[in-house]
Nanobody
Framework: QVQLVESGGGLVQAGGSLRLSCVAS????????MSWFRQAPGKEREFVAAISWMRSMTDYADSVKGRFTISRDNALNTMYLQMNSLKPEDTAVYYCAAGRSIATMSAQYAYWGQGTQVTVSS
C-alpha cells in the first residue's frame, strides 16, 4: 500500500504560480511512476503530468505544456508540480497518483491522494 497526501493548493490570480506537493508513505516510493490529475466541477478527471520512477521520463497534457513542471525527490518521498502562468481554466481539484508505469489514463494508477483545491481567479 502507498498513502499519498497532497498539499499546496489555494487561491491565486491568473498569471500567478503555485507549487503542489505529494508526500508518499508506505511501500517504496521510488519504485512507482507518479502522476498528477485534476478534476473540475462537472467534468471528468483528466491527466495533467506524469514522471517515471527514475525521473528519466516525463509527460504532460498539451494544455499545461510549457507552464507546469513535474518533479520528484525520491529521498524525500515527495513529488511536486510547479504551476506557472496559471489560468482560470486550471481551476480544479488536483490529485496525485502512483502506479507501476507512466501513463495518461487514470485506471493505470492504483493509489490516489485525497486531492488539493486549486482556484485561479480572473
Amino acid at each position: 500500500q502507498v498513502q499519498l497526501v497532497e498539499s499546496g493548493g489555494g487561491l491565486v490570480q491568473a498569471g500567478g504560480s503555485l507549487r503542489l506537493s505529494c508526500v508518499a508513505s508506505g511501500r517504496t516510493f521510488s519504485y512507482y511512476a507518479m502522476s498528477w490529475f485534476r478534476q473540475a466541477p462537472g467534468k471528468e478527471r483528466e491527466f495533467v503530468a506524469a514522471i517515471s520512477w527514475m525521473r528519466s521520463m516525463t509527460d504532460y497534457a498539451d494544455s499545461v505544456k510549457g507552464r507546469f513542471t513535474i518533479s520528484r525527490d525520491n529521498a524525500l518521498n515527495t513529488m511536486y508540480l510547479q504551476m506557472n502562468s496559471l489560468k482560470p481554466e486550471d481551476t480544479a481539484v488536483y490529485y496525485c497518483a502512483a502506479g507501476r508505469s507512466i501513463a495518461t489514463m487514470s485506471a493505470q494508477y492504483a493509489y490516489w491522494g485525497q486531492g488539493t483545491q486549486v482556484t485561479v481567479s480572473s
